[in-house]
């Protein structure tokens, strides 16, 4: 049988394991406290696609912009390259030619 020894050392050692449960269930709520206030920064799936749509959309916009300017830069280049043509000719023809006097 029991003695009330036993029974006070059993009281003791189930009132410390239940402390020490205790303990361990604050920790277990603080961390997920620190999670929960860490997930608030996170986007929701809505706000990531809708900054997603907009960022998708700034970068077809680019792309655009950047065959546009590729394409008149493109013709520049052919303009300037005629004209070079041109004024290489005019410059062959004013020094051959003859001068009058």
Known sequence: MLTNEDLTKI???VTSGNSQVLKEID???EK???VESQIKHIPSKEEFSNS???LMGEVKSSREEQTVTSNQLSESQDRLDQHETRLFSLEKKATFSPTSA
């Open 11 to 13: 009281k003791l050692i």
């Open 52 to 54: 997603m749509s907009e």
């Open 27 to 29: 920790e277990v709520k």
């Open 32 to 34: 997920i406290e620190n």
